[in-house]
T-cell receptor, first 113, second 111 residues
Framework: DTAVSQTPKYLVTQMGNDKSIKCEQN?????MYWYKQDSKKFLKIMFS???????INETVPNRFSPKSPDKAHLNLHINSLELGDSAVYFC????????????FGPGTRLTVL | DQQVKQNSPSLSVQEGRISILNCDYT??????FLWYKKYPAEGPTFLIS?????DKNEDGRFTVFLNKSAKHLSLHIVPSQPGDSAVYFC??????????FGEGTQLTVNP
């Protein structure tokens, strides 16, 4: 009965590959987010969707493309992976857009070799 | 240009004593502040928040203090317990806009 789940938990891949991370929430929330935690441990927002509509799109390379098939799912697809993409990626959700209290998934640690 | 900073990367306290975690911000438009707690291999979980119209908010052992003139907030945990050992993130938002997080402080509570 996990509230926000992500798969996979760990992802190790070669430079240049394409990979996806999946996120699902069973809280009935309208809004979902993707965050990146870099090597300096800062959590930075990448994207946010509300009811399948993109509402936040930070300065992120075009190689990153979020997809929301329904409001309970927000997947992150990354093309042509680079070394600098190595990080922990967190999915989160909230009741409504930009609502401050967000619920986070366990994170996906991506390592690009 | 980090708008939310937690200058202490780590803090160690004895069980039963007070833990004080600090956070400074630079954006005067921030009007809502939150603390999140994170255990290893888990996502951050919401702990406590405070609106800029208040200077204190309490929830059990956790109290957050806000000093708007100094652009400073702190989280007090009394008494500290070993289970409180985690990374604590401070976050702020501007009128419901995106959350800006600090880099976190690792709290270790020694039995």
């Amino acid at each position: 009965d996990t509230a926000v789940s992500q798969t996979p938990k760990y992802l190790v891949t070669q430079m240049g590959n394409d990979k996806s991370i999946k996120c699902e929430q069973n809280l009935g929330h309208d809004t979902m987010y993707w965050y990146k935690q870099d090597s300096k441990k800062f959590l930075k927002i990448m994207f946010s969707y509300n009811n399948k509509e993109l509402i936040i799109n930070e300065t992120v390379p075009n190689r990153f493309s979020p997809k929301s098939p329904d409001k309970a799912h927000l997947n992150l697809h990354i093309n042509s992976l680079e070394l600098g993409d190595s990080a922990v990626y967190f999915c989160a959700s909230s009741q409504r857009p930009l609502y401050n209290e967000q619920f986070f998934g366990p994170g996906t640690r991506l390592t690009v070799l | 240009d980090q708008q939310v900073k937690q200058n202490s990367p780590s803090l160690s306290v004895q069980e039963g004593r007070i833990s004080i975690l600090n956070c400074d911000y630079t954006n005067s438009m921030f009007d809502y502040f939150l603390w999140y707690k994170k255990y290893p291999a888990e996502g951050p979980t919401f702990l406590i928040s405070i609106s800029s119209i208040k200077d204190k908010n309490e929830d059990g052992r956790f109290t957050v203090f806000l000093n708007k003139s100094a652009k400073h907030l702190s989280l007090h945990i009394v008494p500290s317990q070993p289970g409180d050992s985690a990374v604590y993130f401070c976050a702020a938002s501007d009128r419901g806009s995106r959350l800006t997080f600090g880099e976190g402080t690792q709290l270790t509570v020694n039995p």
